[in-house]
């Protein structure tokens, strides 16, 4: 729509200009020939170049509205469409995670079952070495505290533990960066869209007022090329 808007816009660019073109060039011409500027003939000729150039002025400002009005429309569509998509792909992540969690819940209970079957072992293993007096075979980080049983369960506890602090450990890690992760894509979005409309304002603005100021310059370069054309 906006590319419309432009291609009209330099249609009437076009035909103003003509008639401006012709309007100035009759203007030098009468004051390269030595022509009093105040004369009835050239005052004419400046109140038609001055409608003209207020004419171009409003079309430039109904231009601009329409464009600004544009930009507008597609910088608040874009914003609406980046919140439903943070909505729905936060509902999407919420689903994942809660699955998630239920899998983090099940690593617990295995390493708690481990834990417990571990105990078990031990304490027979333990129980059955000491009745025996058999202590060949037993590994030597064992050896020392075979007949503590406390120590030996301190360190099956410990072992549960460390295993539990893991897996706490990448929960909390999958739920901070699946929230960190849409947080920074918002925000890439979001600074991408600032930068695409503010870059956008600035052309528009910068293409009307360079349109303007052809316009301002047009004389200048008449009066060069009549003065060219008589040398």
Not at 183 to 193: A, P, R, S, T
């Amino acid at each position: 729509m906006g590319q419309d808007v432009i291609e009209d816009f330099l249609r009437h660019k076009d035909r103003i200009f003509e008639r401006a073109t012709a309007v100035l060039k009759a203007l030098e011409l009468r004051t390269l020939h030595g022509e009093d500027e105040e004369s009835p003939e050239s005052l004419e000729l400046m109140e038609q170049f001055d409608k003209i150039t207020m004419q171009f002025d409003d079309i430039i400002n109904e231009v601009w509205q329409q464009l600004m009005s544009q930009e507008l429309h597609l910088h608040e569509s874009i914003e609406e469409s980046t919140v439903n998509f943070q909505r729905r792909i936060q509902e999407m992540m919420a689903k994942f995670v809660e699955q998630v969690q239920t899998y983090f819940g099940q690593l617990r209970d295995i390493a708690i079952h481990f834990s417990e079957n571990m105990t078990e072992v031990a304490t027979h293993y333990t129980n059955t070495k000491l009745a025996l007096q058999d202590f060949e075979d037993v590994p030597p980080e064992l050896l020392h505290c075979m007949e503590d049983r406390e120590a030996i369960l301190n360190l099956i506890a410990g072992m549960k533990d460390a295993h539990i602090q893991r897996i706490d450990e990448r929960e909390d890690r999958l739920m901070v960066r699946s929230r960190d992760f849409i947080e920074n894509m918002i925000d890439e979005l979001n600074n991408d869209e600032l930068e695409r409309n503010r870059a956008k304002i600035l052309e528009i603005n910068s293409f009307l007022e360079l349109m303007s100021d052809s316009l301002a310059s047009l004389r200048t370069e008449i009066r060069e090329a009549i003065m060219n054309e008589e040398a």
